[in-house]
């Protein structure tokens, strides 16, 4: 019968408060690294070897001291902020189709545009976030006066909230195709009416 002790590796208990010898010879430790000390020679050396110079106090100017501003720059940024893209009108549309389908991409720059979408006051997009692409929703239409309401929830990185808006019928023929630049909680409207058949 062939013992497999052989195989089992030997341990040896750790004591807690004696010096545990495991066995670790310097040599096994890997090549010493040489650690720069903190202060430098060159530094703190009082002869004629290049260093740091401080300066006289008459040498010191103010931050800033020197620098040309062009006055251009920032100029479209001062009057966007405080332009205001209030509620804007889509128009009206007729239509005989049983739903429509909403798509709206941000037709400028892509900077994280969110929407909330309504129909008749109830909700049917909570936020949507406005790419490059178009992204929608498919709604079903009541007979008569269907009101899609279009809320801006931000303006993105660069305002205003901007974005393109195409309608398209059951047979998925454009109807409509617009676009809005609205503040922050500003509404673009657009009336679907739906006729009878």
């Given at each position: 019968?062939?013992?497999?002790?052989?195989?089992?590796?030997?341990?040896?208990?750790?004591?807690?408060?004696?010096?545990?010898?495991?066995?670790?010879?310097?040599?096994?430790?890997?090549?010493?690294?040489?650690?720069?000390?903190?202060?430098?020679?060159?530094?703190?050396?009082?002869n004629d070897k290049p260093g740091v110079k401080m300066l006289p106090d008459?040498?010191?100017?103010?931050?800033?001291?020197?620098?040309?501003?062009?006055?251009?720059?920032?100029?479209?940024?001062?009057?966007?902020?405080?332009?205001?893209?209030?509620?804007?009108?889509?128009?009206?549309?007729?239509?005989?189709?049983?739903?429509?389908?909403?798509?709206?991409?941000?037709?400028?720059?892509?900077?994280?545009?969110?929407?909330?979408?309504?129909?008749?006051?109830?909700?049917?997009?909570?936020?949507?976030?406005?790419?490059?692409?178009?992204?929608?929703?498919?709604?079903?239409?009541i007979e008569g006066f269907n009101r899609l309401d279009f809320v801006a929830?931000?303006?993105?990185?660069?305002?205003?909230?901007?974005?393109?808006?195409?309608?398209?019928?059951?047979?998925?023929?454009?109807?409509?195709?617009?676009?809005?630049?609205?503040?922050?909680?500003?509404?673009?409207?657009?009336?679907?009416?739906?006729?009878?058949?």
């Open positions: 019968m062939v013992s497999a002790q052989g195989d089992i590796p030997t341990t040896k208990p750790l004591k807690i408060g004696e010096r545990n010898n495991l066995d670790i010879l310097p040599s096994n430790q890997g090549t010493s690294l040489r650690i720069p000390s903190v202060l430098d020679e060159s530094l703190t050396s009082k008459r040498e010191l100017v103010q931050a800033g001291y020197g620098l040309k501003i062009d006055p251009k720059v920032g100029e479209k940024e001062k009057k966007g902020s405080k332009e205001h893209f209030g509620d804007q009108y889509l128009g009206d549309i007729k239509t005989k189709a049983k739903f429509v389908g909403i798509v709206c991409r941000d037709h400028e720059y892509v900077d994280g545009d969110r929407i909330k979408i309504l129909l008749n006051g109830e909700i049917v997009e909570y936020n949507m976030l406005l790419s490059g692409s178009f992204k929608g929703v498919n709604i079903d239409l929830l931000n303006q993105g990185s660069s305002g205003p909230n901007t974005a393109q808006v195409v309608v398209a019928d059951e047979k998925g023929e454009v109807i409509h195709n617009n676009r809005w630049n609205l503040s922050t909680g500003s509404t673009a409207s657009l009336i679907v009416i739906k006729e009878e058949e």
